[in-house]
């Protein structure tokens, strides 16, 4: 005999538990299916854990430089197992605290892997046996996993993905890491603060290769001052595991040896087979195709987040999850512009943008007119030694409306939302009040400077 619920949401990742939770906030009866742990790739082996690394990278490069700032440190060095068991312990307190909270908009979680085997059927199934679900709407939020390139496959010990990667139970002498994204640069930050010596090797011209070629290059820059190596426009052809460090070979010329091999050219949604084929979904390119609305091809089935493909970000996820929620109980809800999601990497310096970038403009024959701001000239940035990086924020000429932001430099994930208020914005700039001295304060000069009103800018030639 099988459980009904008004909801079952398949996978308890960013866009699935908090697709239940809103669910279940409007009066609905909702169960909440994971294989795992609670709070997916995100919680468990993805955002939280790296940033929890990242910030003890940080930690260590400001102890190693406070004698810029006046401070004399005698030593700074990383306690791997320290920093390990504090990254643990920050994701079991979230990963306890979420499923409390889960419980506590009374949402029933079945741990087993859940399968649409009919419209509104579920089987769940675990070690121990089955349990059948049946539900008026069904949310598919089953997540992606990393890429794996077939010449050299993931073995978890020399050859790794993200996920090893931030399981280490060393920190390796030398590391290669196989893509220039936010995932292989975030981790090359991570690792070369604590001693690693790290190559990055990327196929394509630069860095960060969805964001606009300064961005890359200017990250480059600071990768090389760091000591990290960055090979663009080179492929991997081939590792060899044979015998001690792992032999990699870059294009037909060079090789380099590295105690790790870290693999991280993306990552590729997961969808259940056996859903898709019970149910009659169709995909595309190995994702789940919906419409606006998160609506699949068939009535009364949803699907969110990395498993949709569109923007492999948790808090895209969470913005499908509000919209899928609503149509799931009787709302109208749609996507907003994609494009509106802010972009974040955390690399050291971090990068964040929103909107538009030039190149995009450029591309679609847009007339821009581009601002620009520095941190150097920023009172706070200086005061704090963190003068790297710019913002560019993108005006369209025809209508004086603002159509992106791009920034590099330090916590600028930070700003991000407030780059996101400017998208769209046609107000008067003069009539917004920043506070002084604040790092806030470059988006400021670089808002006047696309409309050529900087006071700190001097004159355009």
Not at 35 to 56: D, E, F, Q, R, V
Request: charged share 20%; proline share 3%.
């Amino acid at each position: 005999m099988a459980e009904n619920f008004d909801v079952v949401v398949i996978g308890s990742g960013p866009g699935g538990y908090s697709a239940a939770i809103r669910c279940a906030q409007k009066g609905a009866a909702v169960a909440l299916i994971e294989k795992s742990h609670i709070g997916g790739t995100c919680l468990n082996c993805g955002c939280i854990p790296s940033k929890s690394l990242l910030a003890s990278a940080h930690v260590l490069l400001s102890a190693k430089h406070a004698s810029l700032m006046g401070i004399d440190i005698p030593s700074a060095s990383p306690n791997w197992l320290k920093i390990q068991q504090r990254k643990d312990a920050i994701v079991a307190g979230f990963r306890k605290g979420l499923a409390g909270l889960v419980r506590a908009n009374k949402i029933k979680i079945f741990n087993g892997t859940g399968t649409a085997t009919a419209p509104g059927q579920i089987t769940v199934r675990t070690d121990a046996g089955q349990t059948h679900l049946a539900a008026k709407n069904i949310i598919l939020a089953t997540g992606s996993k990393p890429i794996e390139i077939p010449a050299f496959s993931f073995d978890g010990n020399t050859i790794i993905s993200s996920k090893e990667a931030l399981e280490l139970d060393s920190i390796p002498q030398s590391m290669l890491i196989v893509g220039g994204g936010v995932i292989g640069c975030e981790l090359a930050c991570v690792y070369s603060a604590v001693g690693t010596k790290v190559t990055i090797v990327e196929a394509l011209d630069r860095l960060l290769p969805n964001e606009d070629k300064w961005v890359g290059q200017l990250l480059e820059r600071e990768f090389k001052k760091a000591g990290i190596d960055v090979l663009t426009s080179w492929q991997v052809t081939s590792v060899d595991t044979s015998a001690g460090p792992a032999k990699v070979s870059i294009g037909d010329s060079q090789a380099i040896e590295a105690e790790k091999v870290l693999v991280s050219v993306g990552r590729k949604a997961i969808c259940d087979s056996e859903t898709i084929n019970a149910l009659g979904l169709k995909t595309k390119n190995s994702v789940i195709v919906v419409n606006d609305k998160l609506q699949t091809n068939v009535a009364g089935v949803y699907a969110i987040g990395d498993a949709v493909g569109t923007t492999y970000l948790a808090h895209g996820a969470f913005a499908e999850a509000e919209v899928a929620a609503e149509n799931a109980i009787g709302g109208n809800a749609k996507i907003a512009d994609y494009s509106l999601i802010p972009r974040a990497v955390y690399t050291f310096p971090e990068v964040a943008s929103v909107g538009k970038n030039q190149q995009q403009c450029e591309n679609e024959g847009i007339d821009v007119e581009v601002g620009r701001a520095f941190f150097k000239a920023n009172g706070r940035s200086v005061g704090h030694n963190e003068t790297v990086g710019e913002i560019r924020v993108i005006r369209e000429k025809a209508g004086d409306k603002i159509l992106g932001v791009t920034m590099v430099g330090a916590a600028v994930t930070e700003l991000a939302v407030a780059a996101r208020a400017l998208i769209g914005s046609s107000e008067k700039i003069t009539e917004v009040s920043f506070p002084h001295p604040t790092v806030s304060e470059v988006l400021k000069e670089a808002w006047e400077d696309a409309f050529g009103i900087s006071l700190h800018t001097p004159p355009k030639a």
